[in-house]
């Protein structure tokens, strides 16, 4: 376990459990206009996500050293977008906050498994809603920024797809329907009992696998994705081929249609491509966003201190202080 000698998990290096602590816990971190983070509040945020990892990540200097970086640059975007929201008039009523309150909690079976997520997040409810609000905010600020992406226009769908061909092959595909069974000899009775009986009722009566309730149907299943059903992609259409074997057991197995490795044609990935490209412009929009802004702000950051924040380990002489 984690030390909490300073702020929950974290402790400054060289400096003590001392009123002198206490001064630098307040001190300003990171600066973005008049958006301001202190060392207390850093160190509390850098100890909620490292709580989420074992104690030797936690203490690695390179995963702390990338989890920091993320605390800033989450800092850095949500400040300015918090200027660029009120310059612009954009807020989120309380109403607005207390609609989605109330569609998160609805979420959870109850009010208290909605509790314990809470203390388990170390937070209070107030700073919960109020981290939805921001949200909420991003949301309706990342929605403006949008405005201004057009739709992409059936030229740049076709470039698209021509430069991008390959990457939209299909692999060759099976439609498999199976009856997994607990052990060889019950396969062995299952397989003579379909010269009787159809796949369907057989699987529906003695299939242990969960699609057993709809005749034993798998579905597609492309090529190199399952190991153990690799054998049938060399098997005819509707002829129940060896029995195979799995972790989950005994499979007698029959592929019912086959589609061969291809590449959609345009019209079929029309949609996909409209959304990829509509993605990129609002990447493109976020960035270009965030460079103007980052251009017309004023940003500090203190790089000694945030390095100094260090883990220490329960135990230590610091966690005696």
């Known amino acids: ?5 300073l702020l929950g998990l974290l402790i400054l290096a060289s400096i003590q459990c001392t009123n002198q602590q206490a001064s630098v816990s307040n001190k300003p971190v990171l ?6 983070m202190s060392v207390k509040e850093f160190a509390n945020k850098l100890a909620m996500r490292l709580r989420e990892l074992d104690s030797l990540a936690a203490k690695d200097p390179n995963v702390n050293s990338r989890v920091k970086d993320e605390i800033i640059n989450s800092f850095i975007v949500r400040s300015l977008m918090i200027d660029w929201a009120l310059k612009r008039k954009i807020s989120v009523t ?4 207390e609609a989605e309150t109330t569609r998160i909690r609805a979420l959870y079976p109850d009010d208290l498994a909605f509790r314990r997520m809470l203390a388990e997040e170390s937070t209070s409810f107030a700073d919960w809603q109020a981290n939805l609000k921001l949200n909420l905010l991003e949301k309706k600020v990342s929605a403006e ?3 201004g992406v057009v739709p992409p226009t059936d030229e740049e769908i076709r470039v698209y797809y021509v430069e991008n061909k ?5 692999k060759e595909r099976v439609y498999v329907q199976q009856i997994v069974l607990k052990d060889q000899a019950r396969a ?13 009722v057989l699987a529906k009566k003695y299939s242990i696998a969960p699609e057993s309730t709809n005749g034993g149907i798998v579905g597609w299943i ?3 994705t399952v190991d153990f059903f690799s054998p049938i992609f060399k098997w005819p259409l509707n002829q129940v081929g060896e029995i195979l074997t799995s972790p989950f057991g005994v499979h007698v197995v029959k592929i019912t249609k086959r589609e061969p490795e291809r590449i959609p044609s345009l019209e079929e990935e029309k949609p996909k491509i409209k959304r990829r490209i509509v993605e990129l412009k609002e990447k493109s929009a976020y960035v270009s966003w965030i460079d103007k ?23 230590s002489q610091n966690e005696k202080l």
């Open 1 to 5: 376990m984690l030390s909490r000698c």
């Open 31 to 36: 600066k973005v206009n008049e958006n301001v």
């Open 94 to 97: 309380d109403s607005e906050t």
């Open 145 to 147: 920024i949008n405005k």
């Open 166 to 170: 390959v990457s939209f092959r299909k």
């Open 188 to 200: 062995e009775y299952i397989k003579q009992e379909l010269k009787k009986q159809s796949f369907d």
């Open 222 to 224: 492309e090529k190199d």
């Open 293 to 315: 802004e980052l251009r017309s702000s004023s940003v500090f950051k203190d790089a000694d201190l945030i390095s100094s924040l260090k883990i220490e380990t329960r135990g």
